[in-house]
Structures are given as structure tokens and as C-alpha cells.
């Protein structure tokens, strides 16, 4: 199929398609298409809605845009708050019940057996439940969001290509997980970065604090998260500063200040380098849209 006919089919809207219903029809569709052989869609869900077991045919990435909600698997549970990203694979049995006090939005994404098989390819095993802990992962969905909703030309060729990053990021993490357990002290330095993100502490500081000498601090922090602690610290800082935006209408200076940012230029180029967005389109992007039916 060539770009500009997949382009015209991408912008279907409502319950049109090839016929096959996508399994993310248990709440309210605002949009949703089929693009590069993903069924792709943004789904609004009451205030407390609750669904029991189930299980799913399609593989699927979830992001929350908006609310929250808890899931059940068995004997475990998780609660989702905006900007996490989950990944269920197919046959997935769950139960999940959203927010009491406020309603929930979400941007899905089905994989056909099709998209599995062409992971597996490449090594890439999506078999197990994954709640994506990586930074990136919510940047990526960001952006691949941000062209559904736009759909420009173009965008059909970046969805998929970010689609595979966000599949690609799920494989790497489930291979993390994998390695051998991080030590006591790690764990503590990684808590004081999440809780004290906004104050300025130096490699030194926090080597101090959990007891260990700076270097040992570095190369252990890197080789558990593979990314530097500075490189972490920021992750966090604007981390944060999406929930507010998502959360808030508090002014982007106000936040950046409280996430630490105490040059607003620097802060803008931090967040785009990280995001792919500036802070004004990242607060545009995930805004609930209003879509021509």
C-alpha cells in the first residue's frame, strides 16, 4: 500500500475500518485508526468504571493520559497514574477498576500477530506484563500521540517508527530486569534522587549520604539504570514537570522552578532534548482533543 492511501485510511475515524473491532471499545472512542497494522486509538472511561476479568486477544501498549486506575493479575497489583505506560500481551487475564473521583483517558496501541512475529525477528520477546520504568517510554508515546492526533504527512511512517522504539524499549527493559539484583546502597541513592530531585546534589553529596566512594557510586548507578546519575536527575525533573502540566494549569515557569530548573532556557531545551516536544507543545499534545466525527 503506498503513504498517501495508508495516510487516508489513518484518518478513520469512529467505528469504520476493515471490520475487525478493536478490542479497546469498552470505553468511550474519541478516535481511532489503523495505521502501518496497528489498531491505534484514544479512549475516554468514566469516573469508577470497572471491568472483571478478561483477557485480550492483541498484544497491546496502554499510556494514560489522564485519571488513574488499579489492576489486578492474580494475586498482584498495580495502580496506574498519567503517564505510565503498560504493556499486556495476548491472553493477558486482568482486572481493572478506574478512578472514583475523576474520569480516565488512555492512547492505546493493538499489535497484530504480525508486529510479534517481526519483534521476534530481531530477538525481541514481548511475552510477559511490563509496566515500562524507563523515562523514555512516556516521551516516545508522547510524540507517537501527538502524530495521531495531528496526522500530517508523514506521520504514518514516524507512528510506526516510534512504535517500534516503544516495543524495542519493552524488550530492553524486561532484559534489565534480568540482571543481578541491585545492592541496598543503589536502591537508597536512587531514592534520594526521586525524592530530593529538586535540590542540587552533587555525585559526592549523595555518595556521602548511602556511604560508598563517588566512582563506585557512578559506574554501579551505570551499570544498573545505563544512564549517568546527572542524566537520571533530569529524567525525574522533567518527569515531573509533565504530570504537573498534566495535572495542573499552573503556569510552566512555576513548575519548572519547583522541579529544580532555575534557568528557564536551559529548562526548555532540556525538556524538547528529552520530550521531542517544548513545554508548550507537550501541555498542547496531551490536552483532550476534540476529533470531527
Request: charged share 25%.
Amino acid at each position: 500500500m503506498n503513504a498517501g492511501v495508508e495516510s487516508e485510511r489513518a484518518l478513520t475515524y469512529g467505528t469504520q475500518g476493515n471490520g475487525n473491532r478493536p478490542e479497546f471499545f469498552d470505553g468511550e472512542v474519541l478516535k481511532w485508526s489503523e495505521i502501518a497494522g496497528l489498531a491505534i486509538g484514544e479512549i475516554r472511561y468514566p469516573a469508577g468504571y470497572e471491568r472483571k476479568n478478561h483477557t485480550h486477544k492483541h498484544a497491546c501498549f496502554h499510556f494514560l493520559l489522564q485519571g488513574g486506575y488499579a489492576e489486578r493479575h492474580g494475586r498482584r497489583s498495580s495502580v496506574y497514574k498519567p503517564l505510565n505506560v503498560s504493556y499486556q500481551p495476548r491472553g493477558f487475564e486482568h482486572s481493572y477498576r478506574g478512578a472514583k473521583e475523576t474520569a480516565s483517558r488512555s492512547f492505546t496501541i493493538e499489535l497484530g500477530e504480525n508486529w510479534l512475529a517481526r519483534l521476534r525477528e530481531h530477538s525481541i520477546a514481548l511475552d510477559s506484563p511490563t509496566n515500562l520504568q524507563s523515562c523514555l517510554a512516556p516521551w516516545l508515546m508522547t510524540r507517537l500521540y501527538n502524530e495521531f492526533s495531528s496526522m500530517e504527512s508523514g506521520s504514518v511512517l514516524v507512528i510506526e517508527a516510534l512504535a517500534l522504539e516503544i516495543a524495542v524499549e519493552a524488550g530492553r527493559q524486561k532484559h534489565i530486569a534480568t540482571e543481578r539484583k541491585e545492592p541496598r546502597w543503589l536502591r537508597q541513592a536512587t531514592d534520594l534522587l526521586n525524592d530530593r530531585f529538586a535540590e542540587s546534589l552533587s555525585l559526592s553529596q549523595l555518595a556521602a549520604l548511602v556511604g560508598v566512594h563517588p566512582v563506585h557510586l557512578a559506574r554501579t548507578f551505570r551499570q544498573f539504570h545505563h544512564c549517568t546519575v546527572g542524566e537520571y536527575l533530569r529524567r525525574i525533573r522533567i518527569e515531573f514537570v509533565c504530570r504537573r502540566v498534566l495535572q495542573s494549569d499552573s503556569p510552566l515557569v512555576e513548575i519548572a522552578l519547583d522541579a529544580g530548573f532555575s534557568d528557564q532556557s536551559q529548562f526548555c531545551r532540556t525538556f524538547k532534548r528529552a520530550t521531542g516536544l517544548t513545554p508548550t507543545e507537550f501541555r498542547s499534545a496531551t490536552r483532550p482533543r476534540r476529533y470531527s466525527p
